[in-house]
């Protein structure tokens, strides 16, 4: 008994000691001690075999995105007392790649169920994040074998492995939707999370020094860390400095303000813009330049273990916009942004302060006014 009870003990601390470099990333995310444990119970018990992967999706029919122009859906969102384009007659168009919202370990990417609550996570970008986008432009988001939450915590050969795979659908929907909905009209790419991994890759592989770089208005590629040493990858795209700049890329990660003195290593490289000012770091932004704060519509589910059924969420309409509502500034790689300790966003900033949930939200008009002020200087630029 005593031998017995001696083994499991030690076999917790062995894993108990393994498992520390992943606590700490899940802590820094944001998750919880019971998510944490959920990770560990609920992650994928194979190696990763794209030929166990669901098919990739046919891009030529419309089921295959999450938005369209010629269809309804939730990236039609606009805020209350806003405007938005008509995205069958607009001139500019945004190809964007949602963050990840498929987070069961029953595989290592997402087998594309027809009605889940991975599809409903989906909806919940396409409402809280894309629709940003509709004052100034068509918008066109893929759906994708997305990888799981779970390859973000594992080794980083199994995770860039499985984003390569991955990465491969994002390429083919972009490649589509360049040759059968642009028809040469200017574009802007637009991702957050996991869709900025794919997107950063993009932009490097497909667009930078090819001649669809001068139809390129711009890139909000958001969220999900993104290191200044892939612009030694770049010929012509750049980090933005200026609200008006064309053919750059804007990036940020935003935590709680409470933590701008706290040491954190992992983004000394990483690239921050600032979605209020828009200069590529800089001073603390004045509040009465914040456009408006846009609460958050529906609820993302966290669930990491269980079945993926759908919960029936409802997204939108989305509330107006809460102007000169929230201070930001680039320092160390970070964006931090006014504590919301207390109020309606609290519940999408994470435990310790990560606002990766709020990149958006505490943006959104700046983020949907900037698009509109870049797409004018595109078209006036390019009126001759």
């Known amino acids: 008994m005593k031998k017995t009870f001696l083994i499991l003990v030690f076999l917790f601390i062995v894993i108990s000691i393994s498992a520390l470099p992943y606590i700490k990333e899940l802590r820094h ?3 919880t001690f019971a998510m944490a444990y959920d990770y560990f119970i609920g992650r994928p018990d194979h190696p990763f075999n794209p030929k166990d992967a669901a098919q990739q999706l046919d891009y030529s029919k419309d089921s295959s995105w999450a938005a369209l122009p010629v269809k309804e859906d939730v990236a039609d969102l606009i805020p209350t007392g806003e405007n938005g384009v008509d995205q069958l007659n607009s001139e500019v168009d945004v190809f964007f790649v949602h963050p990840t919202g498929y987070l069961k370990g029953h595989h290592w990417t997402d087998p594309l169920e027809k009605d889940s609550a991975t599809k409903e996570n989906t909806k ?5 994040q894309a629709s940003a986008f509709n004052g100034c432009c068509s918008i ?3 759906y994708y074998r997305q990888a799981s939450i779970y390859s973000y915590y594992d080794t980083n050969k199994l995770r860039e492995e499985i984003h390569a795979f991955v ?3 994002v390429k083919k929907a972009f490649e589509y939707f360049i040759k059968n909905y642009s028809n040469g009209r200017p574009f802007i790419i637009a991702s957050h999370s996991q869709g900025t991994h794919h997107s950063i890759r993009l932009l490097a592989e497909e667009i930078d020094g090819t001649n669809l770089y001068p139809r390129m208005v711009g890139a909000y590629i958001i969220g999900g860390e993104i290191s200044k040493s892939w612009m030694n990858k770049m010929n012509d795209i750049y980090i933005c400095d200026g609200p008006s700049e064309l053919g750059c890329l804007v990036h940020w990660d935003t935590m709680n303000v409470t933590l701008i003195n706290k040491d954190m290593p992992r983004y000394k490289n990483n690239i921050c813009v600032n979605p209020i000012t828009w200069k ?6 004045d509040l009465s330049d914040s456009k408006g704060a846009v609460y958050i519509s529906g609820n993302y589910s966290l669930e990491l273990r269980g079945h993926d059924d759908p919960k029936g969420e409802i997204f939108g309409p989305l509330e107006a916009p809460i102007k000169e509502y929230v201070q930001a500034q680039c320092k160390n790689g970070i964006l931090f942004a006014s504590d919301q300790k207390g109020t309606r966003f609290q ?15 505490l943006f959104y008009m700046d983020i949907h006014e900037n698009a509109i002020l870049k797409t004018k200087t ?6 001759n």
């Open 347 to 361: 519940g999408f900033g994470g435990a310790t302060g990560n606002y990766h949930g709020l990149d958006f939200a």
């Open 167 to 169: 990465y491969q659908d």
């Open 29 to 31: 995310e944001g998750l």
């Open 280 to 285: 590529n770091e800089g001073t603390l932004s």
């Open 378 to 383: 595109y078209l006036d630029t390019n009126s």
């Open 124 to 128: 919940w970008m396409m409402a809280n």
């Open 140 to 142: 066109y988001a893929p």
